[in-house]
């Protein structure tokens, strides 16, 4: 019940297009959810974030699109850079304050062709 | 402005040898998070640290591993007689004492390899 399942596991797109990683979770009592970038040798870095309470958030090329009857979150990056090609990881908590443990998925690896 | 500082960033160490892994939260930044990400998945966490306080060990093994966060210095994850299967990157997190989930950052990770 703690899981955080996330889709696909790799991803390539052409530069300019949209790419959708998707995440589903099934502890009704997670209320944050961030969205994770890493680079290769580096630790994750914060992108976005949203909680249930609205069902989008953008931030720039950066969108998070929420279904709380789903239980599902998805990412969308539109107009795809080579720059953004890294592993991207959902998360989840109970809570947003510090001292919340984030639950992750399983990771996408992004790779935006030129 | 420094970030999360973990060293050593790369060790290798043999079977049945002590791995020690080293983070020092940024400035201001008084709990400690330290979670493993073995190859091809996510992040898991392993434990939730204030100074002196061991506050969430949840997922921590039962055995070989410890972490600290002492009053003064870096916190340590200590890892006793290593077995292939401890090798992985472990990245420490820090945040403020009443930081939201913004004020969470991650450091660039330690890489242990057990040969």
């Known amino acids: 019940q703690q899981q955080v399942k996330q889709s696909p596991q790799s991803l390539i797109v052409q530069k300019g297009g949209i790419s959708i990683i998707n995440c589903a979770y099934e502890n009704t009592a997670f209320d944050y959810f961030p969205w994770y970038q890493q680079f290769p040798g580096k630790g994750p870095a914060l992108l976005i974030a949203i909680r249930p309470d609205v069902s989008e958030k953008k931030e720039g090329r950066f969108t998070i699109s929420f279904n709380k009857s789903a239980k599902q979150f998805s990412l969308h990056i539109m107009d795809s850079q080579p720059g953004d090609s890294a592993t991207y990881f959902c998360?989840?908590?109970?809570?947003?304050?510090?001292?919340?443990?984030?639950?992750f998925g399983e990771g996408t690896q992004l790779t935006v062709n030129p | 402005n420094a970030g999360v500082m973990q060293n050593p960033r790369h060790l290798v160490r043999r079977r049945g040898q002590e791995a020690r892994l080293r983070c020092s939260p940024m400035?201001?930044?008084?709990?400690v998070y330290w979670y493993r990400q073995l190859p091809e998945e996510g992040l898991k966490f392993m434990v939730y640290l204030q100074k002196e306080n061991i506050i969430d060990e949840s997922g921590m093994p039962k055995e070989r591993f410890s972490a600290e966060f002492p009053k003064e210095g870096p916190s340590i994850l200590r890892i006793q007689q290593v077995v292939r299967g401890d090798s992985a990157a472990y990245f420490c997190a820090s945040s403020p004492i009443d930081g939201g989930g913004n004020t969470i950052y991650f450091g660039e990770g330690s890489w242990l390899t057990v040969v």
């Open positions: 400035k201001g930044h008084s709990h």
């Open positions: 998360a989840a908590s109970i809570g947003e304050t510090s001292g919340s443990r984030l639950t």
